[in-house]
């Protein structure tokens, strides 16, 4: 009888001891810890290029250079005035609108990327707006939007986007590393130590896959990645298709525009493109820069972001867009020489001449 009272108290204590070590890894937030290291030691992190947030936007981080107040906001391409009398075009992107090169110096200018060239387009009469930052997706056009809508109360919104904003992605969390502002996305797997793999316990226990995630450090031979199962993770989703439906339904006049990647293939791009105008009924128009597409690439390597050439058939397809909008009348302007034919979905506009990329073109814009 001693005996097993003692084995009773044994398991008890041993027992106890078990939910204290779980209790206190679910304290320290392992997991967490676990996903901030798996993201700094691969591409799933990023220091902020921009401000921290401002209370009111619900997003990471501000664009460089961004600030605002009751009467406006400014950003690297200037002033955005919320009483401007003529109508006003709201510019959003990510990185491929932030980011042009000068071709003679490889230095990035705003005054040559496509929202700039767009508004020498458009005129004094009207007021181009422009907010964009690397890592952008467009669940933070959504939120930067419900800020700077009301107020502004744009004419269109015109948003750029690229082929990572097609995809869903987890929400950042940040952290302060020697007083810089990091963001990590939490991994969608986790590391596991294939001899003590069972799975109802690594699923339930955080301590577990804790000792899992440094036994599989130690002898990288052993381990394996375990899917982390939906209904777990630390962080939502960023729903691309959720997003661009809510600026749908929010936004007058919404055109989207998307750059594909500049390769000469690029197949998985063009088939998240049709899924997505499939799944949201928005018709995101494809500009499709003539070949070598090489040439309009900001530097050798980068097959994301433009140089200024790319910016400038970009503004001009948003421009012929726009001046075939009878909800967006445009003053004449003359056309913009790039010295490239502006190539969209819908065929080549020689040019530039925005005339050519109506729903029934001129004869003089046959090729």
Excluded at 82 to 103: E, H, I, N, Q, W
Excluded at 331 to 345: E, Q, W
Aim: aromatic fraction near 10%; hydrophobic fraction near 40%; include cysteine.
């Amino acid at each position: 009888m001693v005996r097993v009272l003692g084995l009773f108290i044994a398991l008890s204590v041993f027992g106890l001891g078990l939910l204290g070590i779980e209790a206190l890894a679910r304290y320290m937030k392992l997991d967490q810890r676990q996903g901030q290291a798996m993201a700094l030691s691969t591409d799933g992190s990023f220091e902020s290029p921009g401000q921290v947030p401002l209370e009111t936007t619900g997003i990471d981080y501000l664009p460089s250079g961004f600030s605002m107040d009751s009467q406006g906001f400014d950003s690297i391409w200037g002033r955005c005035d919320y009483g401007f009398k003529g109508p006003s075009v709201l510019a959003m992107g990510d990185s491929t609108t932030r980011y042009c090169s000068r071709k003679s110096t490889g230095a990035d200018s705003p005054d040559l990327s496509w929202p700039s060239v767009l508004a020498a387009r458009l005129g004094p009469a009207r007021q181009v707006c422009v907010v964009a930052e690397a890592g952008y997706h467009p669940a933070d056009i959504l939120a930067l939007y419900d800020v700077l809508g009301p107020p502004l109360r744009p004419a269109v919104l015109v948003l750029l986007l690229c082929a990572n904003d097609l995809v869903d992605i987890s929400h950042r969390k940040a952290m302060n590393i020697g007083g810089r502002a990091v963001f990590y996305q939490e991994p969608r797997q986790r590391l596991a130590f294939r001899p003590m793999y069972w799975p109802w316990l690594f699923h339930g226990s955080e301590a577990f896959r804790f000792f899992h995630w440094r036994f599989a450090l130690l002898m990288p031979a052993w381990a394996f990645a375990v899917p982390v199962p939906e209904e777990r993770r630390l962080l939502g989703t960023m729903s691309a298709r959720s997003s661009l439906l809510e600026l749908k339904e929010k936004v007058e006049h919404l055109v989207v525009f998307f750059i594909p990647p500049l390769t000469e293939e690029h197949e998985d791009a063009d088939r998240r493109l049709q899924e997505m105008r499939e799944s949201t009924g928005i018709d995101i128009h494809s500009v499709v820069l003539p070949s070598p597409v090489s040439r309009f690439r900001r530097n050798t390597e980068d097959t994301v972001h433009m140089n200024q050439d790319g910016h400038a058939i970009v503004a001009g397809a948003v421009f012929s867009y726009l001046e075939s909008d009878p909800g967006l009348p445009l003053p004449a302007v003359d056309t913009l020489n790039t010295g490239y034919p502006v190539t969209t979905d819908e065929g080549p506009i020689p040019n530039g001449d925005p005339k050519c990329n109506l729903p029934s073109p001129s004869p003089s814009c046959d090729p």
